[in-house]
């Protein structure tokens, strides 16, 4: 298909009857809306405000193929996951049973693939399917519901805690031409249940691009940790996540972004309960060439909730880096605490990085801040940690480092904190290798003939 | 060990230190004094090579090697040792892994295999006794949160680790009680030996009981006005800097200037 408003619809339309279930009338009106929100609004141009920095032209211009249904894995993509762990993977937006271990799952947590769900028992999924994320202003979310056909759908009952992770590999793989890929992920923790979520987003292959829709809703006194770390590659990622946070709810989010030819978050949470909290995390680490943007919306809805959010971003060669925080405090919020901050490390001169941190207020006692910083590694820390012998490729290794470890303290205890650390010490020794190649070459450019 | 001579440097073309020379041998322990402003931290960041300044001199050599062509690390490398006035606080990197690193880099540029983490340990413990520091230190961030008197005694501590062959303090002693003063003198005085040397930049006398130099040298106005024994740091403290002010204009302005 194209990827066009028409090329969607004229898909749509294509393949609406053979959808799974195609014969319930709510989904498929759910579906129809989707299209019709997508049409309404279009894709995003350079004059889409919350787009202007990220452009997807070169993306909506080409030819998107369906997804492959049983591609070449990669090797070694399950080595970081440790054996024990429940595991679940989608390739190219499918679930895919056998690549999952959801095998002795513990009592009260059920795991499906989400086409399984809609085929067997849909009435579950009736009043969830739909019910979190908002599709104004997201084109791409409102496009991922147009074609609602799999993924997962995780569900834990009232009162059980989980204390083993559990693991989500998102696959978006093949060697064929670029195609398209939509994987619907639905996650419903019961009242007063808590478990930790490690997504793993990895996609290989050139040019594919996978639209992701995750609907997070946390019942009264839930508590999810989510971390999720986002290795796109040459693919472009288009991730929205919308959370839905009840009565003294808690969402705790760490998210870890590892460049890509083109990464897009788009993290939303609301907080519909009193006393309900939400810590976001960040971190993101981009090369040269590469773009991430993260968009992240917070909504006090309720009074005496909090919100907590600390991006960080490490950026060298030509990276472009997009970090856009909104936080709106609707009336009524009263006792809300907001707090925001996102900080940018620019390793070159060649970076571009856009942040806009943004505060909305409709309620009258409340306490909220929020700010952004870009700066360069400071010469003074460096010539510190080179006086005492330590060389300058070194010392700058361990000041970027430094910076990102704030980010690593906040990850929950544990084998995914020392995994996340260490490949994000890899990723970062990669980022600077570069940068000292880049470094020598423009050194050697400026030398005279 | 460290030789100097007629060196000027300016910053953004303001001159700040005047045709200075300086000799300082193995086994000798040196005191620079002198009022703020004269130059005394602008020496030891040349010294240790920090960035900034334009440096023009006849002869800059350390062990026989010339400063001006070193960068800071190789500088640390060959055994000199910078204790920061105001050292630097930087969160995210540990304590004993900064320590680790240096000394292990100090190591290599030896030739020598890297200390483990466990003879590393046991080492800096041992380190630490001496500058009765508490082993906590070394898990937190590198100065970060630290008192003033810790961070002094934390560059100590290093210079206790890394084992410099010239060690130059800068107003190390600036800002500390009694009792740290103390902790901080005897670091410095087990580091004495007749294979190094330790130049004491200070604006107090109070130091100088505890570390007795061979040599004191006033510095006044990017000058030398004055050198001698530990007799002239007691001459300072009961009559100030102000006596010297007559030299110094006398003799910072070159012959050929004449009268104003």
């Given at each position: 298909?194209?990827?066009?408003?028409?090329?969607?619809?004229?898909?749509?339309?294509?393949?609406?009857?053979?959808?799974?279930?195609?014969?319930?009338?709510?989904?498929?009106?759910?579906?129809?809306?989707?299209?019709?929100?997508?049409?309404?609004?279009?894709?995003?141009?350079?004059?889409?405000?919350?787009?202007?920095?990220?452009?997807?032209?070169?993306?909506?211009?080409?030819?998107?193929?369906?997804?492959?249904?049983?591609?070449?894995?990669?090797?070694?993509i399950f080595r970081a996951v440790p054996a024990a762990h429940h595991l679940v993977v989608l390739v190219n937006g499918h679930f895919s049973a056998e690549l999952s271990r959801c095998e002795q799952l513990p009592a009260g947590l059920e795991i499906n693939s989400l086409a399984q769900v809609l085929a067997s028992s849909p009435q579950r999924l009736r009043e969830r399917l739909g019910s979190v994320a908002s599709l104004d202003k997201q084109p791409f979310a409102a496009l991922n519901t147009g074609f609602i056909s799999d993924g997962v759908y995780l569900s834990l009952a009232p009162n059980i805690r989980i204390e083993q992770p559990l693991w989500l590999l998102n696959l978006t793989t093949g060697d064929g031409p670029p195609q398209l890929t939509q994987p619907r992920i639905l996650i419903d923790v019961g009242k007063n249940a808590r478990f930790t979520l490690m997504e793993y987003q990895h996609a290989d292959g050139s040019g594919h691009c996978c639209n992701q829709l995750s609907e997070i809703?946390?019942?009264?006194?839930?508590?999810?940790?989510?971390?999720?770390?986002?290795?796109?590659?040459?693919?472009?990622?288009?991730?929205?996540?919308?959370?839905?946070?009840?009565?003294?709810?808690?969402?705790?989010?760490?998210?870890?972004?590892?460049?890509?030819?083109?990464?897009?978050?788009?993290?939303?949470?609301?907080?519909?309960?009193?006393?309900?909290?939400?810590?976001?995390?960040?971190?993101?680490?981009?090369?040269?060439?590469?773009?991430?943007?993260?968009?992240?919306?917070?909504?006090?809805?309720?009074?005496?909730?909090?919100?907590?959010?600390?991006?960080?971003?490490?950026?060298?060669?030509?990276?472009?880096?997009v970090f856009n925080g909104k936080v709106i405090v609707h009336p009524g919020a009263q006792q809300s605490d907001a707090q925001?901050?996102?900080?940018?490390?620019?390793?070159?001169?060649?970076?571009?990085?856009?942040?806009?941190?943004?505060?909305?207020?409709?309620?009258?006692?409340?306490?909220?801040?929020?700010?952004?910083?870009?700066?360069?590694?400071?010469?003074?820390?460096?010539?510190?940690?080179?006086?005492?012998?330590?060389?300058?490729k070194q010392a700058r290794m361990m000041l970027v480092q430094a910076f990102a470890d704030e980010m690593c303290q906040r990850l929950p205890l544990g084998a995914l904190r020392d995994e996340i650390e260490h490949t994000v010490q890899a990723f970062l020794q990669t980022l600077l290798d570069t940068f000292e190649l880049e470094h020598d070459r423009h050194d050697h450019d400026r030398r005279p003939a | 060990m460290l030789s100097i001579r007629h060196l000027n440097v300016s910053v953004n073309n303001t001159e700040i230190l005047r045709d200075l020379s300086l000799d300082v041998a193995a086994g000798e322990v040196h005191a620079v004094m002198g009022p703020n402003g004269s130059g005394k931290s602008t020496l030891a960041g040349v010294l240790a090579g920090r960035d900034g300044y334009q440096v023009r001199a006849q002869a800059m050599t350390f062990r026989g090697h010339d400063l001006r062509e070193m960068s800071p690390e190789e500088r640390?490398?060959?055994?000199?040792?910078?204790?920061?006035?105001?050292?630097?606080?930087?969160?995210?990197?540990?304590?004993?892994?900064?320590?680790?690193?240096?000394?292990?880099?100090?190591?290599?540029?030896?030739?020598?295999?890297?200390?483990?983490?466990?003879?590393?340990?046991?080492?800096?413990?041992?380190?630490?006794?001496?500058?009765?520091?508490?082993?906590?230190?070394?898990?937190?961030?590198?100065?970060?949160?630290?008192?003033?008197?810790?961070?002094?005694?934390?560059?100590?501590?290093?210079?206790?680790?890394?084992?410099?062959?010239?060690?130059?303090?800068?107003e190390t002693d600036s800002g500390l009680d009694i009792d740290a003063l103390r902790i901080v003198a005897g670091g410095i005085n087990s580091l004495r030996g007749p294979d190094r040397a330790i130049v004491l930049v200070t604006h107090y006398q109070r130091l100088l009981d505890y570390v007795v130099p061979d040599q004191v040298h006033v510095l006044s106005d990017g000058r030398i006005v004055r050198s001698g024994g530990p007799e002239l740091a007691q001459q300072l403290e009961q009559q100030g800097y102000g006596w010297l002010a007559n030299d110094a204009t006398r003799s910072q302005r070159p012959a050929h200037e004449g009268p104003r």
């Open positions: 298909m194209t990827a066009s408003i028409q090329g969607f619809e004229r898909s749509y339309n294509d393949s609406r009857s053979a959808l799974p279930g195609q014969q319930l009338a709510w989904l498929q009106q759910r579906r129809d809306q989707g299209i019709a929100l997508l049409k309404a609004q279009g894709l995003p141009g350079p004059k889409t405000e919350d787009w202007k920095y990220t452009p997807v032209q070169d993306l909506l211009q080409q030819q998107l193929a369906p997804a492959d249904a049983a591609p070449q894995l990669p090797a070694d809703m946390l019942a009264d006194g839930a508590q999810l940790s989510h971390l999720h770390l986002q290795r796109p590659g040459n693919c472009r990622l288009l991730r929205g996540t919308h959370v839905r946070c009840e009565r003294d709810s808690h969402y705790c989010s760490h998210n870890v972004d590892l460049g890509g030819a083109l990464l897009r978050n788009d993290l939303v949470v609301q907080l519909t309960g009193s006393g309900a909290v939400c810590e976001l995390n960040g971190l993101y680490l981009l090369g040269s060439g590469e773009h991430v943007d993260n968009h992240t919306r917070i909504d006090h809805l309720a009074p005496h909730c909090r919100s907590r959010e600390y991006y960080k971003g490490i950026l060298g060669g030509k990276a472009h880096g925001q901050s996102n900080r940018n490390l620019l390793l070159s001169r060649h970076v571009e990085i856009d942040t806009k941190p943004e505060l909305e207020i409709y309620a009258d006692d409340v306490q909220c801040s929020h700010g952004s910083t870009v700066s360069e590694l400071e010469p003074e820390p460096l010539f510190y940690l080179r006086c005492r012998g330590i060389g300058d | 640390a490398r060959e055994g000199l040792f910078l204790a920061f006035q105001y050292p630097v606080d930087i969160p995210g990197v540990s304590n004993i892994q900064f320590l680790k690193t240096a000394y292990n880099s100090l190591r290599k540029y030896r030739g020598e295999e890297p200390l483990d983490a466990i003879d590393f340990l046991a080492m800096v413990k041992a380190r630490l006794q001496q500058v009765n520091m508490d082993p906590s230190f070394l898990e937190r961030s590198l100065n970060a949160d630290f008192s003033g008197g810790e961070k002094k005694r934390n560059e100590i501590l290093q210079m206790l680790v890394l084992q410099p062959t010239l060690a130059i303090l800068d």
